[in-house]
């Protein structure tokens, strides 16, 4: 439990704030997170990481000389908005490119990969690496859908050292991806995590046992087994994790003994004592350890053991120094925070935009109106679309959705231009909606505004290019497929029947038309489909029969669009 707080709803701002007060040599606070006090070489990669709170070290302490570059911070547990990635990212930009680099958590990937593409479509030079290190989240032959547990930190070391010694993104790229192949953790767990204010744990371990496997969010573990003592403990952590190792491992091992929160450092150096022993029977050598708390699950009760397979590329990044408030390693010198003076500030200026023309501030107010259909769909339907969710998700779809495109409306400015007023729009939309859908219309929203933003273009052309754009948006943001039973399912064939009624020949107004019944026929067509992705995939039983809710709220809109489209032609 939590101890120490104030109001619980302000407990994430109130720590960062006091975070940053004790550590403002290192790091000062921007909107979203925060960057190092004392920027890097001009020209260097900035390591941007980060996810929810509540993982202390990860992520703002480990922003610093040697490692990141800023560190975004969302709420507890609760991936941060794609608005506040892209602007940590931008105030620790310094010229050289923009690695992100996370766990690998659905609502991560949505965000930090909204705002990777902001950041490309400004010429900034973006890039993620996702941490996948955990073995108890899928099999090797996945790796890819592995989540990331203690092994993020290091990623994030290796990738950070890279920036530092003023390697091009290409290299830091690489080097993180190397880092994130070769690294490999499992944990146990013996009690559960409170978030502050609440009375009971996030889960609970029966007395006696401990879970193997555990997830740094409350998750609990695989598998529930008796206690053991911890050189027990070792050989099933040391044993699992040598089945399952990289091709050409090498003999040369860094070992991470990770407590989660509440696990004492000497019941962890114990259990390294055991670990260590082990992996020099197995004729591993171990170099640099580290035993102490660098991801942690609030005061979970549970550690993790680690296993980075070094080679001759990687050992050095290992070793480089690195000065952050969490971690010191090596002797970094360290320039006052104050003797960079506008330096300082000059990174994280945000770039001016242009005025916007009188043709976008045109289009902008006729967009205005399209959102103001969308709206009162979803105001009308907001009920309808609950109780579908509510089959097999969570119930909140309609809530969701209205929630979000009042907070576009009010965000959206046409003075600001067309693309401008659809960013802010989007990113409203994504911030206050939460949630996978919410995230994605955000996505949506701006990728239509990119596209729609051409003065002269042929009508036709930029509609049908916005509606692309957005299925893009969509399918690379979320990664589902036609058949996954998402609003993909109805996106897809709106895109397609515009393409094909456009390229006949109709007229915008009949091919719009034409589209949405499209999408209207597909949201239906989707209740004999079973769910492959997001909440709904453990119920996919129950959801068969009914039609999927984000499907259904795209037919909706897609229909005011074209009943808008249908009334501006008259
Ligand atoms: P949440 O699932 O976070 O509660 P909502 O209930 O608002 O969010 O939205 C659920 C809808 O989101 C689903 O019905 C589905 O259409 C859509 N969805 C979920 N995951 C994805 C994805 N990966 N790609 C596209 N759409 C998705
Ligand atoms: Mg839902």
Redesign the pocket.
Known sequence: MTRIANDPADFVSQALAGFVAAHGDVVRAVDGGVVRAVPAARGSVALVVGGGSGHYPAFAGVVGAGMAAGAVCGNIFTSPSAGQAYRVAKAAHRGGGVLFSFGNYAGDVLHFGEAEARLRDEGIDARTVLCTDDIASAPLDEIDRRRGIAGDFVVFKIAGAAAERGDSIDEVERLARLANHRTRTLGVAFGGCTFPGAGEPLFTVPDGMMSIGLGIHGEPGIRDVPRTDSATLAATLVGALLADVPEQRGARVVVIVNGLGTVKYEELFVLYGDVAALLEAAGVTVVQPEVGELVTSLDMAGASVTLFWLDDELEPLWAAPAYTPAYRKGSVEVAAATDAGDEVFEAGEAEQLPEASEWSKTAATLALGYLDAARATLHEHEAELGRI?AIA??G??GV??RTGIDAAGEAADPDAGLRAMLAAAGDAWSERAG????A?WGSILVAVGRALDREGADPCTAVADAARAALDA?TSR???RVGDK???DALDPFVRTLDQRLAAGDALPDALDAAARAATDAAAATSALRPA????RPLAEKSLGHP????TSLALIATAISETTRKEAR
């Open positions: 969710d998700g969570d909140d779809h969701g959705m949630g996978t859908s919410g994605l969509v979320g990664g589902a998402t609003m993909v992705l997001g909440r709904a999927d809710a984000g499907a």
